[in-house]
């Protein structure tokens, strides 16, 4: 008679009792089969009616509002003695709003349908279905085998306004599966609070990171053995900030007709030389004579992304960037200056990405697209836990096709 439950729904232990159907909704009264101690299943029991639950099960046809109704009793054992509440083996937790098999078909769906229109579809609320993956994230995510892992990169994003705590994500991830193993709140030491017990059992040897930021400490102090590496990715990250703010700095200076015709060459300056096209080369070229310091700032950027390309191991890369810092304290852009110092402050950092292999860039600035894809969906900011456990989930999702 009820197999049909158990095919469809998943139910096992019921078999419904009556059926109402009115306004495209079907209401399914279920009755338990046998009442049994939850502890030692024994029938002996004595029952008393806790309170009737309403639980969504999957759509059937074109009625996509099922809800089997039940009452929950709690059992009095004559074996154990004991009270307990029974078992509803179709939900996945006391409180579920939704059977099994109906969370099992949103998490299946959600891979490529949005939150909305999942919710919109099966007549739920958003924040139901949000919970759902929620929930299935949190159990996924609880513990993260980090056993294998040798190499990290630490990156913080900006992920809004507010307070630094509010507005940065601290990211830990390995370098070579691409796998997030922390996401601390804010940035600096304390947004690492909890990665220590999760990497306590890598064999971590390798840390890759910004050169502007404090992590360098906690990983020399609870990772003596770890190599510190400012790689290729940071350190044009940083190269390129120091471009951004000379050009801003030189617009500020002139005169409005001036400023107007920077502003429309600025996309000269944001490329790469060799994704300047051909007939754009010679505006480049001008742009350098006019306005020296950001040609200067231009030219040198260039050079170091030279030295990446060309360098073949940790002694050209010495000489080389050596030669960058000389060449830099000579101009008179202060930018150049402190760029410099800091790659000599920095340098065996630096140069550690010739000894270790070229373990990130890609990778990281993949990783940077979708969290920016992320940021986008704009669900982190209503909660900022869930938003964290889809980071989590990032390495996983093609974010083209996801939603
Ligand atoms: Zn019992």
Same mark, same amino acid.
């Given at each position: 008679?009820?197999t049909?439950?158990?095919?469809?729904?998943?139910?096992?232990?019921?078999?419904?009792?009556?059926?109402?159907?009115?306004?495209?909704?079907?209401?399914?009264?279920?009755?338990?089969?046998?009442?049994?101690?939850?502890k030692?299943?024994s029938k002996? +029991?004595t029952?008393?009616?806790? @309170?009737e639950?309403?639980?969504?099960?999957?759509?059937?046809?074109?009625?996509?509002?099922?809800?089997f109704?039940?009452?929950?009793?709690?059992? @009095?054992?004559?074996?154990?003695?004991?009270?307990?509440?029974?078992e509803?083996?179709?939900?996945?937790? *006391?409180?579920?709003?939704?059977?099994?098999e109906?969370?099992?078909?949103?998490?299946?769906?959600?891979?490529?349908?949005?939150i909305?229109?999942?919710?919109?579809?099966?007549?739920l609320? &958003?924040?139901?279905?949000?919970?759902?993956?929620?929930?299935?994230?949190q159990?996924?995510?609880?513990?993260?085998?980090?056993?294998?892992?040798?190499?990290?990169g630490?990156?913080?994003?900006?992920?809004?306004?507010?307070?630094?705590?509010?507005?940065?994500?601290?990211?830990v991830?390995?370098?070579?599966?691409g796998?997030?193993?922390?996401?601390?709140?804010?940035?600096?030491?304390s947004?690492?609070?909890g990665?220590?017990?999760?990497?306590?059992?890598?064999?971590?040897?390798?840390?890759?990171?910004d050169?502007?930021?404090? /992590?360098?400490? &906690?990983?020399?102090e609870?990772?003596?053995?770890?190599?510190?590496?400012?790689?290729? #990715?940071?350190?044009?990250?940083?190269?390129?900030?120091k471009?951004?703010?000379?050009?801003?700095? +030189?617009?500020?200076?002139?005169?409005?007709?001036?400023?107007?015709?920077?502003k429309?060459?600025?996309?000269? #300056?944001?490329?790469?030389?060799?994704?300047?096209?051909?007939?754009?080369?010679?505006?480049?070229?001008?742009?350098?004579?006019?306005?020296?310091?950001?040609?200067?700032? /231009?030219m #040198?950027?260039?050079?170091l992304?030279?030295? @990446?390309?060309?360098?073949?191991?940790? @002694?050209?890369?010495?000489?080389?960037?050596?030669?960058?810092?000389?060449?830099?304290?000579?101009?008179? +852009?202060p930018?150049?200056?402190?760029?410099?110092k800091?790659?000599r402050d920095?340098?065996?950092?630096?140069?550690?990405?010739?000894? #270790?292999?070229?373990?990130?860039?890609?990778?990281?600035?993949?990783?940077?697209?979708?969290?920016? &894809?992320?940021?986008r969906?704009?669900?982190?900011?209503?909660?900022?836990?869930?938003?964290k456990?889809?980071? /989590?989930?990032? *390495?996983?999702?093609?974010?083209?096709?996801?939603?």
């Amino acid at each position: 008679m009820s197999t049909y439950l158990y095919y469809t729904q998943g139910i096992l232990d019921f078999q419904e009792e009556t059926t109402t159907y009115s306004e495209e909704r079907l209401e399914i009264y279920l009755k338990r089969k046998k009442h049994q101690c939850p502890k030692c299943r024994s029938k002996d +029991v004595t029952l008393r009616v806790l @309170y009737e639950r309403d639980v969504r099960g999957l759509p059937m046809g074109r009625i996509r509002e099922v809800h089997f109704i039940y009452t929950l009793h709690q059992v @009095y054992c004559h074996r154990c003695h004991e009270r307990s509440t029974e078992e509803v083996p179709f939900i996945s937790h *006391p409180k579920a709003r939704l059977s099994n098999e109906f969370e099992r078909t949103i998490l299946e769906l959600r891979e490529q349908v949005s939150i909305r229109a999942l919710a919109n579809y099966f007549h739920l609320r &958003w924040h139901t279905v949000k919970e759902i993956e929620k929930r299935y994230l949190q159990h996924k995510f609880a513990t993260i085998d980090t056993s294998k892992v040798q190499a990290v990169g630490v990156d913080e994003i900006h992920i809004g306004h507010g307070q630094a705590n509010q507005a940065y994500l601290t990211i830990v991830r390995d370098l070579e599966s691409g796998a997030v193993i922390h996401v601390g709140d804010g940035k600096g030491i304390s947004a690492l609070e909890g990665a220590l017990s999760k990497l306590s059992a890598s064999k971590l040897q390798l840390v890759a990171m910004d050169m502007a930021n404090a /992590y360098s400490t &906690w990983f020399a102090e609870h990772f003596p053995q770890a190599q510190i590496v400012f790689d290729h #990715f940071h350190v044009i990250k940083l190269m390129n900030d120091k471009l951004d703010h000379v050009r801003r700095r +030189v617009t500020a200076k002139l005169d409005s007709m001036e400023r107007k015709h920077l502003k429309g060459l600025r996309f000269v #300056f944001l490329k790469n030389e060799e994704d300047i096209p051909e007939d754009n080369q010679n505006i480049l070229h001008n742009l350098r004579g006019k306005f020296q310091e950001l040609g200067d700032a /231009y030219m #040198f950027k260039e050079a170091l992304r030279t030295i @990446y390309r060309v360098a073949q191991d940790a @002694y050209q890369a010495n000489i080389a960037l050596h030669r960058w810092c000389a060449m830099a304290e000579k101009t008179l +852009v202060p930018e150049l200056k402190t760029m410099a110092k800091t790659i000599r402050d920095r340098l065996d950092g630096i140069v550690s990405y010739w000894t #270790f292999g070229h373990a990130s860039n890609a990778s990281t600035e993949g990783f940077n697209n979708k969290i920016r &894809w992320l940021i986008r969906q704009a669900y982190g900011f209503r909660d900022l836990e869930y938003f964290k456990l889809k980071i /989590y989930q990032l *390495p996983q999702i093609n974010c083209e096709k996801a939603l």
